[in-house]
Antibody
């Protein structure tokens, strides 16, 4: 059973870069060609899709965040990462990594989620 | 971007009652008919997939949960509320060509 675990700093200063990693266990990040994804949940609000990356590269970003987001994959470590630049208080959220239900579908429902990591933005 | 509006914001019901949650999309996208999902979320936990493809139950989801809808209007029905069903529910569309979006959530609370 594939499991996901986010890791990274819980506090980032305004204008700096938020960096998170999602470690994939119980299966290879190469298997079946999934779009490994990042989402976030703003405090007391709904969910927002950030972007995703195919196991061989080829990231896709939400147009609303595209200018600040980079998603990369490290198959040797079975993990993928998120970088969000120039953060502000509006970026404080719980960040989740997730795997979609179906392989090779960039947009899909998500059946596997990490537990989430809370990131605060403050000087 | 397709905006999803969920109603009501809060639903106060008793165990054993029927819950009907609605989600309306700002535009109809032909693939949205089958590209619609529902999630349940409890405090401190990630969302749990309940329904995908508008009406298909995810693995392990009891049959008291059902999804329906077409065009711009979609519904999640919980036939008889169990104590563990009191949570926040989110809808999601993944039929758009540009991005996927979620609704703002409906909280189902104990009356």
């Amino acid at each position: 059973q594939v499991q996901l675990q986010e890791s990274g700093p819980g506090l980032v200063k305004p204008s700096q870069t938020l960096s998170l990693t999602c470690i994939v266990s119980g299966g290879s990040i190469w298997s079946r060609g999934y779009y490994w994804s990042w989402l976030r949940q703003l405090p007391g609000k709904g969910l927002e899709y950030i972007g995703s990356i195919y196991h061989s590269g080829s990231p896709y970003y939400n147009p609303s965040l595209k200018s600040r987001v980079t998603i990369s994959v490290d198959t040797s470590k079975n993990q993928f990462s998120l970088q969000l630049t120039s953060v502000t208080a509006a970026d404080a959220a719980v960040y989740y990594c997730a795997r979609p239900l179906r392989a090779a579908y960039r947009f899909d429902a998500f059946d596997i989620w990490g537990q989430g990591t809370m990131v605060a933005v403050s000087s | 971007e397709i905006v999803l509006t969920q109603s009501p914001g809060t639903l106060s019901l008793s165990p054993g009652e029927r819950a009907t949650l609605s989600c309306r999309a700002s535009q109809s996208v032909s693939s949205t008919i089958t590209s619609f999902a529902w999630y349940q979320q409890k405090p401190g936990q990630p969302p749990r997939l309940l329904i995908y493809g508008t009406s298909s139950r995810a693995t392990g989801i009891p049959d008291r949960f059902s999804g329906s809808g077409s065009g711009t209007d979609f519904t999640l029905t919980i036939s008889r509320l169990e104590p563990e069903d009191f949570a926040v529910y989110y809808c999601q569309q993944y039929g758009s060509s540009s991005t996927l979006t979620f609704g703002g959530g409906t909280k189902v609370e104990i009356k």
